[in-house]
């Protein structure tokens, strides 16, 4: 289903032009991917200590 949603939005198309209007450098575009990997990646230890009692509640 949401992958769907994804789809008929078309979601990744927009992403990949929002990217590439920074810039059309390959190597680049493979940074800014990374950078928000690693700040993304950053936030899940935080998330998992506050989103269970969120949960539970």
Known sequence: MFGWILVSERIPQT??????????????VI????????????????ISTWLPPLIAK
Do not use: E, G, K, Q
């Not at 929002?18 to 059309?24: E, H, K, R």
């Not at 940074?31 to 935080?46: E, G, K, Q």
């Open 15 to 28: 992403i990949a032009a929002w990217v590439l209007s920074f810039t059309d450098n390959r190597i680049i």
């Open 31 to 46: 940074l800014l991917i990374n950078l928000t990997v690693l700040m993304l990646v950053s936030y899940i230890p935080a």
